[in-house]
C-alpha cells in the first residue's frame, strides 16, 4: 500500500486509516441510566393511559347498544301497541331476548321454540313472571324478529349452575360489570322511577373497578 502523507507531513497507511485511528468507547453509566429512566416514564405513561382508552370503548359499546335495544323495543312498542313484558321479580332477568327476537308455539306439543336459538320451552318451566311471550306466532309460525342485528356475544346465559334462569337467555353488554362473566340489560316497563310513561332501561359496568351505569333516562 502506498504511503501517504497526512496535514502534519507524517506518512500513512493508507486512505482509511485515520478512521481506523478514530477512538471508541461505550455509553457512560450515566448515558445508560438516562436512557433507562426516559423508557420507564414511557412504559409509565402508557400503562396509565390503557384504563381510560378500554374505559372509553367500554362505555361506547354499551352505549352503542343501548341505543339499538331502544329502537327494537320502540319497534315492537309500535307493532304490538305495548311495550315488552318485564320480570318485577327481578329487573336483570327480563324476557327481553325472547320478546324481541320472538317464538313460535306449537299446539300440539304446546311448547314455545325460539328462532335465534332453537330452544324449546313450555308454560309451566318459564322463571318470568309471565308464563308466556306476546310476540309469539301462532301454529308454529316464528313471532316477527325486531331485533334482527343482535350478535350472538350480545345475549348470554348465566353461569351460576344453580340459577333457576340458568337455562334461558337474555340480552347482555360482552363488557364486564359487576358479574364480569355476565352482564345483562336491566328492563322496567312495570312501574318505571325514571321513564313513568315508558321504561327503564340501563345496564352497569366496571371498568378500572369503578360502577358506571349506562341508562335510557340521562344524558350522560
Keep these: 500500500m502506498t504511503a501517504l502523507k497526512n496535514h502534519t507531513g507524517r506518512k500513512t497507511a493508507g486512505p482509511f486509516s485515520s478512521v481506523l485511528a478514530w477512538p471508541c468507547h461505550g455509553y457512560t453509566l450515566v448515558e445508560m441510566l438516562t436512557v433507562i429512566a426516559i423508557i420507564a416514564l414511557l412504559a409509565s405513561l402508557i400503562l396509565a393511559v390503557i384504563p381510560m382508552v378500554?374505559?372509553?370503548?367500554?362505555?361506547?359499546?354499551?352505549?352503542?347498544?343501548?341505543?339499538?335495544?331502544?329502537?327494537?323495543?320502540?319497534?315492537?312498542?309500535?307493532?304490538?301497541?305495548?311495550?315488552?313484558?318485564?320480570?318485577?321479580?327481578?329487573?336483570?332477568?327480563?324476557?327481553?331476548?325472547?320478546?324481541l327476537t320472538g317464538v313460535s308455539y306449537g299446539l300440539a306439543d304446546q311448547v314455545y321454540t325460539n328462532a335465534v336459538t332453537a330452544q324449546t320451552m313450555r308454560a309451566a318451566d318459564l322463571p318470568f313472571t309471565q308464563k308466556g311471550f306476546r310476540n309469539c306466532g301462532a301454529d308454529g309460525s316464528p313471532g316477527r324478529n325486531f331485533y334482527a342485528e343482535l350478535k350472538p356475544k350480545q345475549y348470554a346465559q348465566p353461569q351460576d349452575s344453580s340459577n333457576p334462569y340458568k337455562d334461558f337467555w337474555f340480552v347482555v353488554v360482552p363488557?364486564?360489570?359487576?358479574?364480569?362473566?355476565?352482564?345483562?340489560?336491566?328492563?322496567?316497563?312495570t312501574n318505571p322511577t325514571n321513564n313513568p310513561n315508558s321504561y327503564d332501561l340501563w345496564v352497569d359496568i366496571t371498568p378500572r373497578g369503578k360502577v358506571i351505569r349506562i341508562d335510557n333516562w340521562s344524558k350522560n
Design 175 to 189: 363488557v364486564g360489570g359487576p358479574n364480569p362473566d355476565f352482564n345483562p340489560f336491566h328492563y322496567n316497563s
Design 54 to 99: 378500554r374505559e372509553r370503548r367500554d362505555k361506547a359499546v354499551a352505549r352503542a347498544q343501548l341505543r339499538a335495544l331502544t329502537v327494537a323495543i320502540n319497534d315492537y312498542k309500535s307493532a304490538l301497541n305495548e311495550y315488552p313484558p318485564d320480570n318485577p321479580n327481578a329487573s336483570d332477568r327480563p324476557p327481553l331476548f325472547y320478546e
